[in-house]
Every structure is written in structure tokens, then in C-alpha cells.
């Protein structure tokens, strides 16, 4: 693909992303306390591994078919493995109920996502948002690495406070407290937001910005709906909470 049909396919892709924006809005992607139980479906554990397989492996295989790209490559590969070799291998193996189960619309779906997102940044990173040297001093990668990486860890011990509600009991809710549960229903969800748009700007890439709009499209409607969620089904659900921004969302 030349520089002119790589441009037009990422633009296509955040348009697409965008337009989900209202559709979720309106209809909550079915799994989890979502799911509405109908249709084919996998174990949950087998349904993340398989959906996020290609962001794994695909970004390291375009590494694989160019020339060496230089170091700032490698960091902000560095970075994308960080966060997906813990969603892609890790993730799917602390997910504590083994009855849990993923439709195979929403896995089949995913996994459409995340190679063709694989596939964008993997190419921006290796071919069209090539970065030299001095990059790493620039404000935007270190504004942008940042935020990748505090997100990252909001993400990654929110997701540990919720799975570890799950110790024993198979399928039950409870209300999640500590952390930035304090102030919002899904700070995994907002850590999660604030690193892909930490790595749009770390990038300064078309694709970065193409995740950063499909993880906002995703993640705002789910949050909106989990909270909604949370007080419907906890009369004690601490009213100063927010869905997903502190104070104001
Ligand atoms: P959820 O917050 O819905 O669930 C995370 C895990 O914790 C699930 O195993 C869930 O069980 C369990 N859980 C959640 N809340 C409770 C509770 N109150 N009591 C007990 N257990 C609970 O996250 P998702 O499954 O939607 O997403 C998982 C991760 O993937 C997140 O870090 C998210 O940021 C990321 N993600 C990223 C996307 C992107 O576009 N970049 C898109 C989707 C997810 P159960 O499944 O049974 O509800």
C-alpha cells in the first residue's frame, strides 16, 4: 500500500470509529454483565485470547518484514507490547470465573479490530510515521509517553481490583472500592482512554489518533452503561461517583 492509499484507509477507519460512537451509545456491546445470553459463544478466557491475538503479534511481524527502523520504533513497540502482552497473555488468565462466556459476534468483531489496528500501527510505526533519534526529546513523545504510561497503570490495577471482587464466587457483582473507584465507576476503562490517546501523541500518527477515537467510540457508551448499571442494582452505590470522568461524567 503507497503513502497516499495508507492515508485514505486510516481516515476511512476513524470515520468508521466515530459513527460507532452513537450506535454504542444506543446498544451496549453484549458481553460481560451485558451479555444477553443468546446465540453462539466461547469461554470468556479463550474469546480475549483469541480477540487480541493479532494486537500481539501483528505489530511485531510488520517489525519483521522492514528494514531496521531505528531505536524510537523500538521504544514505542516497546510500549504497544507493554500494554498487549498483558491484555493478549496475561489478562485472559486472571479472569477468575471459568463459567463466564463471550458471544462469538463480539469475539469475531474484536478480533477484526485489533488486526486491522495491529496492521495501522504496525505500519505507521515501521513505514509512515517514521521518527529520528531526536524524537525522544521531543514534548510529544514525552507528554505522550507519560500518559501511555500512568494510563497503563490506572488500567491494569483497576482491572486487578475487579478481578480480585471475583475471588471464589463464580459469576457475582459486587460494589468495586479503592483506588479511582473512589471517584468513578471504571477508572480501567479511563486509564485505558488516557493511554491511547497518550500514544497518539507520543506518535504523532494518523493511526495513533485512529485508536484513540475507537477507544473513546468503546469505552465511553460501556462506561456509561456500567454505571447506569451499578445504580440500578446497588441502592447503597455511592452517589458522588462518577462513570468515568471525577466530578463530571
Ligand atoms: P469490565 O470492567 O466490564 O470487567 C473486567 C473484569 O472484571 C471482568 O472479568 C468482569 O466480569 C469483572 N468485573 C467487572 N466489574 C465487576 C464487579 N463489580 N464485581 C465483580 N467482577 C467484576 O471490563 P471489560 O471486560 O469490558 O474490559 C476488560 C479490559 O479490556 C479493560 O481493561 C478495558 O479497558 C479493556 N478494553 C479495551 C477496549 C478498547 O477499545 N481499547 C475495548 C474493551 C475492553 P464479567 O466479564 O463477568 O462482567
Known amino acids: 500500500m503507497d503513502a497516499e492509499g495508507y492515508r485514505w484507509a486510516v481516515w476511512i477507519w476513524i470515520a468508521v470509529g466515530a459513527a460507532m460512537l452513537p450506535v454504542l451509545l444506543r446498544r451496549t456491546a453484549p458481553y460481560g454483565r451485558h451479555s444477553q445470553g443468546a446465540g453462539a459463544s466461547l469461554p470468556s478466557r479463550l474469546g480475549w485470547l483469541v480477540m487480541e491475538a493479532p494486537s500481539v503479534w501483528v505489530p511485531p511481524a ?41 458471544p462469538l459476534l463480539v469475539v469475531a468483531s474484536g478480533f477484526l479490530f485489533t488486526l486491522v489496528n495491529g496492521f495501522l500501527n504496525g505500519r505507521s510505526l515501521t513505514v509512515f510515521a517514521l521518527r529520528d533519534r531526536a524524537w525522544v526529546h521531543d514534548p510529544r513523545f514525552i507528554l505522550g509517553a507519560g500518559l501511555f504510561v500512568a494510563g497503563f497503570l ?71 452503561a456500567h454505571h447506569r448499571w451499578y445504580r440500578e442494582r446497588f441502592p447503597e452505590y455511592p452517589p458522588e461517583r462518577r462513570a468515568l470522568v471525577p466530578r463530571l461524567l
Open 62 to 102: 510488520c517489525f519483521l518484514a522492514s528494514p531496521p527502523r531505528g531505536v524510537v520504533a523500538y521504544v514505542l513497540l516497546a510500549l504497544w507490547e507493554l500494554h498487549y502482552l498483558n491484555r493478549g497473555l496475561v489478562y485472559p488468565f486472571r479472569i477468575r470465573s471459568s463459567e463466564a462466556r463471550m
Open 154 to 224: 490506572v488500567n491494569t490495577s483497576s482491572d486487578g481490583i475487579l478481578l480480585a471482587l471475583r475471588d471464589g464466587r463464580a459469576t457475582r457483582y459486587a460494589v468495586p472500592t479503592g483506588g479511582l473507584f473512589r471517584y468513578i465507576s471504571c477508572p480501567n476503562y479511563a486509564g485505558e482512554i488516557v493511554e491511547w490517546c497518550g500514544w497518539a501523541i507520543a506518535t504523532w500518527s494518523l493511526a495513533g489518533l485512529s485508536f484513540a477515537v475507537w477507544t473513546i467510540a468503546n469505552l465511553l457508551p460501556r462506561a456509561l
